[in-house]
């Protein structure tokens, strides 16, 4: 099989990149096709809760807890001290989608678009250091017009520039 069409969304934290993320999927999911997401986290997480039956599952040692019902699955990895897993090997796991979006990763060398925001935590750009940014999106006016920017809430258009960067819109 072939690698998924990849398109990466890369900002400093509080840039707006998890709200641009749920908009392109739920526009994509709109026009047809079948997307999935990768979001990098710098930090520790937790998506079950303390007493839950997965969760003492994990408190006990498992490798995996796999949790399963008639409307989902989701399947919880442990490392246990082994290293992160590389972005390829996430991606391989995924089942066959149109687009994968991916959430941070900033340092992956796939085409991406930056998030900026006056209120992010850090406003430094990015681009001027990230061959692979190929455009920005940002709620204030850009100098910098290497890129084409866009409107950070003007995800019909930024929904458009994916389609054509990745492919998409040949499918």
Known sequence: MSAPRVFGISGWK????TGLAVRLVEEFTRRGYRISTIKHAHHDFDIDK???????????????????????????????????PSFEEILGRLAPCDLVLIEGYKREPIPKIEARRLEAKNREPLAPSDPYIVAVAAD???????????????????ANFVERITGLKNV
Do not use: C
């Open 50 to 84: 303390v007493g839950a039956d997965s969760f003492r599952h994990r408190q006990a040692g498992a490798h995996e807890v796999t949790i399963v019902s008639g409307t989902r699955f989701a399947i919880m990895h442990e490392l246990r001290g082994a290293p992160e």
């Open 14 to 17: 509080n840039s707006g990149k």
């Open 140 to 158: 204030h006016p850009v100098e910098d017009r290497d890129l084409p920017v866009f409107d950070l809430d003007d995800t019909t258009a930024i």
